[in-house]
């Protein structure tokens, strides 16, 4: 199974970089069309678009309309709950049995499962109510391997200014120790910082891509890489687990 991850595309439209960040995310779309063989499944971890609001969704939608794969999104820290979920109805996986927009999706070797972090400010959350969501996702099924999607990484991220990017400890612990109750889940995939990271909960990698947001991207690049998105592809081989790659989108020597 291959996974293309795409994140914090933060579509805006009146912003002087609003262009930029529209052409960032069609260009990682026509980069992943163009992958032999092609994903199977393309997700978003969320941050779409920029202030949550509709006409953003709808530019964001469109572009995402492109993918020949199909895309599932996640909501982050700027998106809007109702909005999201109204521009992306269409798909069918937001399942309505939560008011988070947390889901799973069983029709791959690997079942994804999508979280809800979002909270009133820019770090994340992780209530009893999702915790116990979450556990019902989880044992729905109990024969396949589990790639959990989060927008912000339940793990430190030691590059940046503050490595904690959940709203307390005790929620980012909840979270953790719910992922490590299952022994079936083997990846955890996350956006949030902009910057590619990796670490661990207790023994599952983790890892955090950069934002496909150009403007928005931290980490050092090459200036001519510096107007390049860059997103991530999660192989799964059943024996040896998940492999990743970073690719850099509109890169013709790749
Ligand atoms: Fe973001």
């Known amino acids: 199974m291959i996974i293309a991850q795409i994140s914090d595309t933060h579509i805006a439209l009146d912003v002087p970089d609003a262009d930029r960040r529209l052409s960032d995310l069609a260009l990682t779309v026509a980069d992943i069309n163009q992958l032999d063989p092609l994903p199977d499944a393309i997700v978003h971890t969320g941050d779409i678009v920029h202030n949550g609001r509709q006409d953003e969704y709808a530019r964001a939608r469109s572009i995402l309309a492109e993918a020949r794969a199909p895309v599932y999104v996640l909501t982050g820290n700027r998106d809007n709950r109702a909005n999201l979920r109204e521009a992306f109805s269409g798909g069918g996986y937001l399942s309505r049995d939560s008011d988070f927009v947390q889901y799973a999706i069983d029709s791959y070797p690997v079942r994804l499962i999508a979280l809800d972090t979002q909270s009133p400010g820019n770090k994340g959350e992780f209530c ?3 915790l116990s969501h ?77 934002a496909i947001a150009t403007t928005m991207r931290y980490g050092q690049y090459p200036a001519h890489l510096q107007s390049s998105p860059v997103y991530q592809i999660h192989r799964f081989d059943p024996i040896w687990g998940f492999a990743s790659e970073t690719r850099i989108a509109g890169d013709p020597r790749l």
């Not at 083997?186 to 599952?204: E, Q």
């Open 128 to 130: 009893a109510e999702r």
């Open 134 to 210: 979450l556990a019902g996702l989880v044992e729905a099924e109990t024969a396949k391997p589990i790639a959990v999607f989060t927008h912000h990484p339940p793990f430190l991220v030691t590059e940046g200014p503050d490595p904690f990017h959940f709203e307390s400890r005790q929620a980012m612990s909840l979270l953790r120790s719910a992922l490590q109750r299952s022994d079936r889940v083997v990846a955890i995939f996350s956006g949030h910082v902009h910057r590619a990271a990796s670490g661990d909960v207790a023994g599952i990698p983790a890892s955090v891509m950069p």
